[in-house]
């Protein structure tokens, strides 16, 4: 690159680097808060929570990569314009790709980055964070659980044991309502936790299952001799996967043991998880295309800069929410797969296209509108703050 496309590159990249760092942070509190049920019992839990909660941060960091991306690479832009530096480019006879070639080289970068998480890094930290919280409940029921005594563990889930000796239990009682719609109550004589191929469960034994319908009131009972629950979210075996499909490798996805359950009985959550990392990077060239197209055309320090970042928002958007909405059909229906990966390179060719034609999207109507509206919007607030000012300086008189 030369000297301008390095120095274009460097602030785009630590524009992004500061969006990316903030938006990780707020998302990364709000989910280790949502999960810090699972410590209120435990003070060893308590002692290795933000251990578990930073597994979180890598899956959290590839999603958010392309906005923070698209952010940072229009806060530059705009940069640029502000300080008049894009304008004496353009005048100097510097080639429109001196500002377009830093910016898909920081989305190629970004791509490379989610790439590596999603298949190699992510699936590793899911697995960990998934192992942390089995430990600290196996830890909660064999060694915090006061015999006799009812501790609500989770919201919606209590549990109670008569006796614990290690890793045996006796007179497990567990009532979980988490589900509105249904009720259940468990009861084992005996209860144990195993590990068996690396997964830890909680196999109970003899007992039985009320289930009642919260709608009519009505109520099964269910004997059974041996049930198992997964310690990662205390649910059965049979609701569920031992080694839930973020915890898989790229080439068990790929590839799947014809004999695992869920690939018999839900293969296409597999295909669905598959199709999401394999498209994931393509995002990030996408959204550093997007981003010039709406910000790198030179303006004047005057023109608003609000609607380039208020439409580059809202396209980016706009295409993640297709994205997430034909990721949920494709569990349901395989046919969605190619549209999957149509909807970024869509955006990728189209964006290429605008960049390649010099097209100024400044010119287009719903950019005009965006910036009038962003403009009078902020006049309006002008205006009221100073009223408000102006009439607390007079009662103050």
């Known amino acids: 690159m030369t000297l301008l496309e390095r120095y274009v590159f460097g602030r785009a990249l630590m524009n992004s680097l500061g969006a990316l760092a903030s938006l990780v942070l707020i998302v990364w509190i709000v989910q280790a808060l949502s999960r810090v049920d699972i410590v209120k019992s435990t003070a060893s839990a308590a002692g290795n929570v933000f251990w578990i909660a930073l597994m979180l941060l890598p899956d959290l960091a590839a999603g958010i990569v392309p906005f923070a991306i698209l952010i940072g690479a229009i806060q530059a832009l705009n940069g640029l314009n502000a300080d008049s530096?894009?304008?004496?480019?353009?005048?100097?006879?510097?080639?429109?790709?001196?500002?377009?070639?830093?910016?898909?080289?920081?989305?190629?970068?970004?791509?490379?980055?989610?790439?590596?998480?999603?298949?190699?890094?992510?699936?590793?930290?899911?697995?960990?964070?998934?192992?942390?919280?089995?430990?600290?409940?196996?830890?909660?029921?064999?060694?915090?659980?006061q015999p006799g005594r009812f501790e609500k563990v989770q919201d919606g889930l209590e549990l109670s044991i008569g006796s614990a000796r290690g890793s045996n239990i006796t007179s497990l009682f567990i009532a979980d309502s988490r589900d509105p719609a249904t009720e259940l109550i468990y009861f084992a004589r005996e209860a144990r936790i195993a590990d068996e191929d690396g997964r830890s469960l909680l196999l109970l034994s003899d007992g039985q299952l009320h289930r009642r319908d919260v709608k009519d009131d009505s109520v099964a009972v269910?004997?059974?001799?041996?049930?198992?629950?997964?310690?990662?979210?205390?649910?059965?075996?049979?609701?569920?996967?031992?080694?839930?499909?973020?915890?898989?490798?790229?080439?068990?996805?790929?590839?799947?043991?014809?004999?695992?359950k869920v690939y018999r009985e839900d293969p296409n959550s597999l295909t669905s998880?598959?199709?999401?990392?394999?498209?994931?990077?393509?995002?990030?060239?996408?959204?550093?295309?997007?981003?010039?197209?709406?910000?790198?055309?030179?303006?004047?320090?005057?023109?608003?800069?609000?609607?380039?970042?208020?439409?580059?928002?809202?396209?980016?958007?706009?295409?993640?929410?297709?994205?997430?909405?034909?990721?949920?059909?494709?569990?349901?229906?395989?046919?969605?797969?190619?549209?999957?990966?149509?909807?970024?390179?869509?955006?990728?060719?189209?964006?290429?296209?605008?960049i390649?034609?010099?097209?100024?999207?400044?010119e287009w109507i719903v950019y005009r509108r965006t910036a009038d509206g962003l403009h009078a919007a902020s006049a309006a607030l002008s205006r009221l703050f100073q009223g408000r000012k102006a009439s607390a300086t007079g009662a103050g008189r």
């Open 356 to 362: 390649w034609a010099n097209v100024d999207i400044t």
């Open 85 to 145: 530096e894009r304008a004496v480019m353009a005048a100097s006879g510097a080639s429109p790709k001196v500002v377009a070639k830093p910016v898909v080289v920081l989305g190629i970068c970004g791509g490379i980055s989610i790439l590596l998480v999603a298949h190699v890094i992510g699936p590793m930290s899911t697995r960990a964070f998934r192992d942390g919280i089995r430990a600290i409940n196996a830890d909660t029921i064999t060694l915090f659980l």
């Open 273 to 354: 998880e598959l199709t999401d990392r394999m498209t994931q990077w393509l995002y990030a060239i996408a959204f550093a295309l997007w981003a010039v197209v709406v910000a790198a055309q030179p303006r004047t320090n005057r023109q608003a800069s609000s609607a380039a970042m208020t439409l580059g928002l809202a396209g980016g958007l706009g295409l993640k929410a297709l994205g997430f909405l034909v990721l949920a059909q494709i569990e349901t229906n395989v046919a969605f797969v190619p549209l999957a990966y149509l909807l970024p390179l869509s955006a990728i060719i189209l964006d290429s296209w605008l």
């Open 222 to 260: 269910v004997q059974f001799q041996s049930y198992a629950f997964d310690l990662a979210d205390l649910k059965p075996a049979s609701q569920g996967d031992w080694i839930r499909t973020s915890e898989r490798s790229t080439a068990d996805l790929i590839s799947p043991n014809p004999a695992d």
